[in-house]
């Protein structure tokens, strides 16, 4: 845990470890481009910046406590600069 904890970029795997979200549901926000990831060149590997994809999971996860579906969520996001 501690060498998760200390990336810089860490793996779909990780990041569903450190979230307690489920895989399956980070794989489908990646796909709906609401996670942003790089991709090593050849191996494909999609890495996750740590920091960062842990707070969007966080609020993401947050807003559907909220009841907002994921096109409100998604809108969101694009409406916000950052």
Do not use: H
């Amino acid at each position: 845990m501690e060498t998760i904890l200390a990336s810089e970029y860490i793996t779909i795997g990780e990041l569903a470890m450190l979230t307690g979200c489920r895989y399956s549901t980070l794989k489908f926000y990646t796909e709906e481009g609401m996670l942003s990831y790089e991709q090593a060149e050849q191996n494909l590997t999609r890495r996750y910046r740590r920091k960062k994809s842990v707070e969007r999971v966080e609020w993401i996860c947050a807003q559907r406590r909220e009841g907002r579906s994921v096109q409100e969520i998604k809108r969101l996001l694009c409406d916000s600069p950052g």
